[in-house]
């Protein structure tokens, strides 16, 4: 079998080395494109059940899930929101957009920031699974119109609810005027990403291996331990950054990371990051826009940069 030969499944982009790829240049010759991803959802108590998957793993009513995510909206956003303006950092909402109508004070307080929002579905309780083509087409054209009427600004990106998704999805996105996708995990570059349309569109680097809710939840860290892990991974990316440049993403929770205990470990390694000149703080839109104004051949929609 040749070794050029692709799965099915890896349709969405090719195989493209990363030792063999074109060099990427950041603005003003930064190492990296760094950017934090405050997923910033509203679950539901009791949402219409799903087949595939439930929302909670007590039954009717979860309030210990509920209530913590409720925590998060209440105080932690407030926390989080502070720590990101101390260090510069403008947020990129992974934003369930029935929080434009729940918590419309949180839409303001971001917007009076100039953070960006893209789109994490409609509410965290409701999930792609099961969806046909035309029931996901209205839900993610519902969640961009409610953030667009909201901001005044459409979504560029887009994180599948609750990480569900279908095959159709990174399509039906790209259809409705999306840039980038952050559901795909499989870089720490951009990658272009093949749509059926043909429209521009490229996976940003989203990683869940520093997601706090994966260090926390999943593999039960200790908070210094979550501060350590995003420190080393800033170090070898900025490392090989001075090569070619690469991209870096904290997703956050405002219930996980925002936690009084917890709270500090962000801060300091946001404090460590952001103490390097030659590293771009930014805005998923903007790596996304930047990438396929200036970076086409660099990351794969010429077949040339990935033969």
């Known amino acids: 079998m040749s070794g050029t030969t692709q799965h099915a499944e890896l349709a969405l982009y090719d195989y493209n080395?990363?030792?063999r790829r074109p060099k990427i240049e950041w603005p003003n010759g930064a190492?990296?494109?760094f950017?934090?991803?405050?997923?910033i959802e509203f679950y539901e108590l009791n949402?219409?059940?799903?087949?595939?998957?439930?929302?909670?793993?007590h039954p009717y009513p979860a309030v210990p899930g509920y209530s913590i995510r409720d925590y998060g909206n209440r105080v932690g956003h407030h926390r989080q929101m502070a720590v990101l303006d101390k260090y510069g950092v403008r947020g990129s909402i992974s934003l369930s957009a029935a929080l434009c109508e729940h918590h419309p004070e949180i839409i303001a307080l971001c917007a009076e920031r100039n953070w960006e929002f893209f789109s994490h579905g409609i509410y965290n309780t409701r999930y792609t699974y099961g969806l046909s083509e035309d029931q996901e087409r209205e839900m993610i054209e519902d969640a961009m119109a409610t953030i667009e009427r909201a901001v005044g600004q459409r979504p560029a990106g887009?994180?599948?609810?609750a990480l569900s998704h279908s095959n159709h999805t990174i399509d039906l996105f790209a259809e409705a005027g999306g840039l980038y996708t952050c559901d795909l995990f499989h870089d720490d570059q951009p990658t272009w990403v093949k749509?059926?349309?043909?429209?521009?569109?490229?996976?940003i680097p989203y990683s869940l291996e520093l997601n706090d809710t994966i260090a926390y939840v999943v593999q039960k860290m200790e908070p210094r331990r979550y501060g350590e892990i995003i420190r080393r991974a800033f170090d070898q990316l900025y490392e090989e950054g001075a090569e070619s440049g690469t991209v870096m993403c904290i997703p956050t929770h405002n219930y996980q990371v925002s936690c009084p205990h917890r709270l500090r470990a962000f801060e300091e390694a946001l404090e460590y990051i952001t103490g390097h000149s030659d590293v771009w703080v930014t805005?998923?839109?903007?790596i996304a826009?930047?990438?396929?104004?200036h970076l086409k051949d660099q990351i794969g929609s010429n077949a040339e940069a990935s033969a």
């Open 289 to 293: 826009e930047y990438s396929l104004t």
């Open 31 to 33: 190492r990296m494109a």
């Open 17 to 19: 080395p990363y030792e």
């Open 195 to 203: 749509t059926r349309s043909g429209k521009p569109f490229v996976s």
């Open 35 to 39: 950017w934090v991803a405050p997923n």
């Open 283 to 286: 805005t998923g839109r903007e």
């Open 47 to 57: 949402p219409p059940l799903n087949p595939h998957r439930k929302p909670w793993p």
């Open 158 to 161: 887009y994180l599948a609810p």
